[in-house]
């Protein structure tokens, strides 16, 4: 069994300063790792992956995140976010042991953008 | 291309009552998963289909619902004798099938289901 535990449910921050949304997950098992974004009044929509190589992972619209494997964690970064950035973000796990891809999510955080 | 579409975008409903929510995955794609989004729960696996395999039903929450995939398209996922707690959005999502999984799935807009 997984789980995926994000911390915190909020995350206020000022246009122009740098944010992480801190994700952590468990498994007995090697997992994909996934953030996906929900802006307001829309679908969910994958951010970027982790599925193996480099541990570091970027998004087009500046968002990176780091696999660290001795942490269990996938903590998501922006040195310098925008007011478009507020919206919903979702850490999610999935293993692939034969049986599909199923998603695993955290609780999500709410990033608001403030001017 | 047209991605993921689900109908109806709302549903009330009466408690007891039976619903139907329907799912058009991306052309091609051989996975569909789906998902409920509710407050006190936040993101739930619910069911899975691949191909003509048979579906990981494994999340779903009771026997009251179920679901199927027609002709490795289409999918309906079905409530029966709905209860209040059963109001969430629910997702659906398809993905193509990638060797070693990790595939990116592809959320539908949901339909937002209030119990009465």
């Known amino acids: 069994a997984q789980s995926v535990t994000q911390l915190d449910s909020q995350v206020p921050v000022f246009e122009e300063a740098p944010v992480e949304l801190r994700c952590n997950y468990s498994?007995?098992?090697?997992?994909?790792l996934f953030w996906y974004v929900q802006y307001p009044n829309q679908g969910l929509q994958l951010l970027l992956k982790?599925?193996?190589?480099?541990?570091l992972v970027e998004s087009i619209n500046g968002f990176e995140a780091e696999f660290n494997k001795s942490q269990t964690s996938f903590h998501l970064r922006k040195p310098s976010v925008h007011i478009s950035d507020t919206a919903e973000y979702f850490c999610?796990?999935?293993?692939?042991?034969?049986?599909?891809?199923?998603?695993?999510f955290g609780t999500g955080t709410q990033l608001k953008v403030e001017l | 291309g047209a991605g993921v579409s689900q109908s109806p975008s709302n549903k009330v409903t009466e408690k007891g009552k039976d619903v139907e929510l329907r799912c058009d995955p991306i052309?091609?794609?051989?996975?569909l998963y789906w998902y409920r989004q509710s407050l006190g729960q936040g993101l739930e696996f619910l069911i899975y289909?691949?191909?003509?395999?048979?579906?990981?039903k494994s999340g779903l929450p009771s026997d009251r619902f179920s679901a199927e995939r027609t002709g490795g398209s289409v999918s309906t996922l079905t409530i029966q004798r709905t209860q209040q707690e059963d109001s969430a959005v629910y997702l659906c999502?398809?993905?193509?099938?990638?060797?070693?999984?990790?595939?990116?799935?592809?959320f539908g807009p949901g339909t937002r289901l209030l119990v009465l």
């Open positions: 999502a398809s993905s193509p099938s990638r060797v070693g999984g990790g595939e990116t799935q592809y």
């Open positions: 052309s091609g794609h051989t996975a």
């Open positions: 982790y599925l193996s190589g480099s541990t």
């Open positions: 498994s007995s098992v090697s997992v994909y």
């Open positions: 999610a796990v999935s293993d692939f042991t034969g049986g599909g891809n199923k998603l695993t």
């Open positions: 289909f691949q191909g003509n395999s048979a579906p990981d």
